[in-house]
């Protein structure tokens, strides 16, 4: 029995939440020790036994285990989940309460209950992001401090103080009230585009844990799909959003782990499967009046997506597209990209000249590629010396190994 | 074929879920090679880390051992090989190693008549 990929972190995920549902948020710490003892477990036993048929079943079974004993031996001197304390006094009440809350069903909604937990409106966006990456697809301090870029020290400062603040909220959030969840939604659906986006965008050098944070992005938008209350058309178009840049991600980078550049992707390299998944999702999200930033945003990823070479791009579309963005969500970054797209379109005069005209311009500043955008619409200006000056400033600005070498490809050709 | 035996001290779980599954996919790995070399005569079992010790005439019993994590045996396993060089030899790809571990290689005594 080989093990799935990611198996131990995702369980990890399910049974932290679970158990914190019958802890109690407050006992967090407790809930994270009994599920590193149910992995210590796993490790000793299958290594000797080999892998059980079902590892998920074997390792929930091992921490609904450890919960009982824990429950038992701590119910004096610990209170639990304050909606249980009465079931989990008497022994009589004791073990179908666990086995209930250990039931299938119960462990989805765990999941999505601490989703939902994660994006407390006292932590930033950023410490939501972290919170979730951390508890639910089950990344140590180091793992996500290599995919932010920030320092061991930094990242895990930010987790034990979201932590905190999680355990102080008293109760998990309730996902059953319509209203509370409607208002939670957009704060959930915005960590998981942050999510995303920090994987697809992101400056860690790691190509692996770059694919890896899309993949949980992923895994957890059709987690809030298959909720009632989750599935709304915005929630449809961020999976969408997500599927169609996902299907473009084997071509971003090129087989020794470089950035290509748009026109130099290989676009059979585009995942159709993921493309074809985007595009029932994006058409599952038209339904209702409500358009949001992450159905625009998904439109685009689709006409880039379905173009068949770079120059068959349907460009037109793109900035009337970004047009849209701009009015629901404006940003230097969007402005950037609706520049970069009329440049296509209309020639790199043009894109310089809207380039000049963004607003707050001066955000940009420490973005390489927006020196990278400037560079590359200067050579197609035929203006090679300002070209190299931009991609050297961009070069200076490189977050990683594979933006450095792709600056300095481009500086070698300006010459 | 002589017969040794494998004693595993200590060694640190994975600080993460996902090194945990690596140290996993490590182990199947080792004794799947060692199996298919024909080095595997009982893949052995896992010791839970309390147990009693029994003590001297007066047989006593103590809860125990509390010996050290680094010292304590977490399992076994029957190896075969040529000689006590090869079988060292074969405990040397053992993942434990990795983790501030150690393997006990222990010729099993030979009786001859």
Redesign the interface.
């Known amino acids: 029995m080989e093990?799935s990929e990611?198996?131990?972190?995702h369980?990890?995920g399910r049974m932290v939440a679970t158990l914190t549902r019958i802890f109690g948020v407050h006992n967090l710490a407790l809930a994270e020790d009994v599920v590193?003892e149910a992995?210590?477990r796993?490790?000793?036993?299958?290594?000797?036994?080999?892998?059980p048929e079902n590892p998920s079943a074997w390792l929930m079974t091992t921490a609904k285990n450890r919960a009982l004993d824990v429950l038992r031996r701590e119910r004096t001197a610990r209170t639990f989940a304050p909606e249980l304390t009465r079931q989990l006094e008497s022994e009589w009440t004791l073990a179908p309460t666990v086995e209930v809350e250990f039931a299938a069903a119960a462990i989805k909604d765990d999941a999505l209950r601490m989703m939902f937990s994660c994006c407390n409106p006292l932590l930033s966006e950023e410490a939501q992001v972290a919170l979730i990456l951390h508890i639910l697809c089950?990344?140590?301090v180091?793992?996500i401090a290599s995919a932010f870029v920030g320092s061991h020290a930094a990242v895990e400062k930010r987790i034990v103080r979201s932590k905190k603040v999680l355990a102080g909220s008293k109760k998990l959030f309730d996902i059953s009230g319509a209203e509370d969840f409607a208002r939670r939604l957009p704060a959930v659906q915005r960590a998981l585009y942050l999510l995303f986006n920090e994987g697809y965008h992101g400056a860690s050098p790691e190509k692996a844990v770059r694919v890896e944070l899309c993949q949980e992005a992923k895994r957890l938008t059709s987690l809030l799909l298959k909720n009632a209350l989750g599935a709304t058309p915005s929630t449809y178009a961020l999976a969408a959003l997500i599927s169609l840049n996902a299907a473009r991600l084997p071509a971003r980078l090129d087989t020794s782990g470089n950035l290509t550049s748009l026109a130099d992707q290989d676009r059979s390299q585009f995942d159709q499967a993921l493309a074809q998944e985007g595009l029932r999702l994006l058409e599952r999200s038209a339904t209702g009046p409500e358009l949001t930033d992450y159905h625009v945003e998904a439109a685009i990823a689709w006409v880039h997506t379905s173009a068949e070479r770079t120059e068959d791009t349907d460009w037109a579309m793109i900035i009337s597209l970004y047009d849209k963005l701009m009015a629901l969500r404006p940003s230097p970054i969007v402005a950037l990209n609706r520049a970069i797209a009329i440049a296509q379109r209309e020639g790199p005069q043009r894109g310089l000249e809207e380039i000049q005209a963004i607003q707050d311009s001066e955000r940009l500043a420490k973005y390489p590629f927006y020196h990278a955008a400037l560079g590359e619409l200067e050579i197609g200006s035929g203006h090679l010396e300002d070209a190299r000056e931009h991609f050297v400033v961009a070069l200076k600005l490189a977050r990683n190994p594979m933006e450095r070498s792709f600056f300095e490809q481009r500086i070698t050709l300006c010459k | 074929m002589n017969e040794f035996v494998f004693l595993y001290r200590g060694g640190q779980a994975g600080r993460s879920p996902e090194q945990a599954q690596q140290m996993m996919q490590k182990w199947m790995a080792w004794f799947k090679e060692l199996a298919e070399n024909g080095h595997v005569k009982d893949r052995g079992q896992p010791l839970e880390r309390a147990g009693k010790l029994v003590n001297g005439k007066r047989k006593i019993v103590t809860d125990g051992p509390f010996a050290e994590a680094k010292d304590l045996v977490g399992g076994y396993t029957l190896i075969l090989a040529k000689d006590l060089d090869e079988a060292a030899e074969l405990s040397k790809g053992c993942p434990i190693l990795e983790v501030d571990g150690q393997v006990e290689v222990r010729p099993v005594m030979k009786l001859n008549m």
């Open positions: 093990l990611h198996l131990f972190r369980e990890a590193q992995f210590c796993a490790l000793e036993v299958w290594k000797f036994r080999g892998v089950g990344f140590s180091d793992e």
